[in-house]
């Protein structure tokens, strides 16, 4: 075990000791409703994690994406009540554009802008975790190159709340020329990657979580005079739940791998498009276990549930990526389809 | 954070890219032989000619000591070779069972005498080996099997039926499951493993015919068969902990996911003739991630088993999902090609699209059923 992976595994206890003292149900529901101290806020930003993947050159922690990634499937687990992840992801796109680090970390759009000759961005993106007083980052395609753009605060004014099922307090802001105040080149994985790679892990992290009240409810809830986990039905479907889960978590790995040896694309995608695919049918389980409660808004399933369906769209479901992987082997040739798999992970 | 699994990282072999080469340039030289009905029975094709090319290139047994023929390869080595080699659909079916767990019991288990009579003889893929675990009251529910092997003066004489023996009328040897002692009701206890030729007198061979129209299995009957006291592998009694105790290795190796992958790579070119297809973008694109995470998994917990650690849960996540991508994958062809497909088996990818259609129902039984993975993976979450 190297250092890195331990100081992860330092920082992902850190992490998950804070969240798991603050996060409950009725803290869920408050954040939803936008009317949460910022206490957690502050608690999360004491521990500096948002520099986590930024060089150590630059002030940063300098973790590999892969000591990283526990971090990410931590905030997955406890249903982020934070935007740690998009923080995170924030300041290496920084770094990557040769941007300075920004304090506190800006807000990143999903969708693709596009910049102008005249440094004026177009095109409409969402803001999960967006608010007026905060800036953004935004990515957009100046000719064919990949552009990092960073918007100060004045910019979010013409931004509009949008509802969502997840119901994180979003943003979608229409870009009409907005000006930029930053901006520097992004090479072959630009935000857009990352925010998939992120919600891949965010999905691996809320679907063990699903997998884990499941469980325990099977032990706990009786009926016909034993609990529901012995009924060989249920079994079965636990175990789909379970496997799953388990796909999510090592696409996702193949994902993070990836990201620290060259072009991650690929794995992104699949990443992305193995974790989206998972949620239909682990989400149904889990309520299909847990029976009516499970439905009520004072269980806190459906905050899982309700981010899962949220965060599989997010940054591209897995029908989006589907195609474009699909495109991409298509185009190589049914021969090159097996070197490319086992490319994914060689040496 | 709750973690019933461990996927620990890939660590591929540094001699990866060079033994891929050479697997690919000497399957080369077979592939064309094959038709696309054969390529999609795959790890069920026996061709003893095929094999002993392959034990001639030092590619099975890769694993074990150079004293009994191994070539002294890692697993992850070994598991280049295998992979390449279902990826093309070449039928390993001759050298298979022998190399992935009939060897390595022998291997584990066996006295050194045994080792230096079969090992090598499995290295050269001049022994075959067949798996007499099922008897006709006896699925499932395993530790339930009645093959008596009574003691005699110099060994054994075994009496009862095997049923369901793959490609049990082309191979040499069985390792049968048979009770030493007591009986039914005494359930794993009593139990014990033993090596039969199936030349031996008394034993018989019927073939059963499957739906494809083709006889890959049988029923083996023992009458009175007789067998040395040297045919006992490891101990008396011990029969069922040798049996059950490895599974991981038999249930998350590129077998598990990848018997229809030379249709996948079919589907692929076809695709391509159809000129920027979004419905087959989409499917390709979702098979495509589907194989690359079940490979994530299976090359994980190989890189594990490697390393000393049994996943035995991990490994039935492999098959659990595994087969079913399999057993997926004609439902994907149909709604990629469309039109007409599948109304006859003329041409190459309707060939091998009969072939992987009509094998598939056997996927999600052999090695464990469906139902009995789950029953383990609900276990070991502890329902
Ligand atoms: C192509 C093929 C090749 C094979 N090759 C070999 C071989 O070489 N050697 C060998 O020994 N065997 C071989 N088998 C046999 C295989 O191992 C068995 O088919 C398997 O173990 C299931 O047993 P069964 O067919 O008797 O089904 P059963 O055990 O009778 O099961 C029938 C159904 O009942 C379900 N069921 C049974 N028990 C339970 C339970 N406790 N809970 C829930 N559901 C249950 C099963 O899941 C299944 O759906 C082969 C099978 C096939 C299809």
Redo the contacts between chains.
Sequence with gaps: MNDDTNISRML?DQL?RLLEASVDAPLLAKIEKGTAGSALNDAVAELGLDMALVPEDKDGAGLDW?DAA?LF??LG?YAAPVDLGEQIIAQWALAQAGLPASDPAPAVALGLAKLSADGGLSGTVTIPWGSADRCVLVEAMQDDMRVLCLLDAAAMAASVPVSTVGRIPTRRLKLNGAAVQASGPLGAIGLGDVSALLRAAYIA?AL??A??LT?DY??TRTQFGRTI??F?A???M???L??EA??A???T??GM?AMGSGNAGM?I??AK??AS?AVAKSAAIAHEVHGAIGVTEEHILHYFTRRLWQWREEAGS??V???????????R???A??PT??G???? | ?????R?S??E?P?T??AL?AEVRAFLADWKDKWTPWEKGHSWNGFDREFSRAVGAKGWIGMTWPAEYGGGGFSMMERYVVI?EML?AGAPVGAHWIADRQSGPLILKSGTDTQRQKYLPLITTGDASFCIGLSEPDSGSDLASVRTKAEKTADGYRINGRKIWTTNGHLSDYMIALVRTEGTAKDRHKGLSQVIVPMDAPGLNIRRIQDLTGEAHFNEITFDNVLVGADALIGEEGAGWAQATAELAFERSGPDRYMSA?PL??????Y??SLQ?D?L???????L??????????S??IATMLQDGILPNQ?AA?VK??GVTHEQNMPEVARAIIGGDFGQDTEGDLAEIQSAILQLAPTFSLRGGTR?I???I??KG???
């Design positions: 992902t998950s892969s526990p499937e931590v687990y992290g063990s979580r997998l884990e469980l099977c032990n986990g012995k060989q249920v079994q079965q636990v175990a789909q379970a496997s388990a796909a978590k090592a696409g790995q193949l791998t794995q995608a699949i498009q193995r695919a897995e029908h990526w589907a195609e474009r992987l699909g495109r991409e082997v298509i185009a040739g049914g021969a389809a097996w798999m086992v994914l992970s060689a040496r | 954070m709750f973690q019933p699994y996927f990282e890939i591929m540094p990866e890219a891929r992979e990826a992958y996948f790579e079919m589907l692929v070119d695709s391509q920027d979004r087959s973008e989409r499917k390709i694109g979702a495509f991630a589907e194989i690359a995470v079940l490979r994530q998994m090359v994980s991990e996540v659990d999902l139902e993975i789950r029953g993976m609900s979450l502890g329902l």
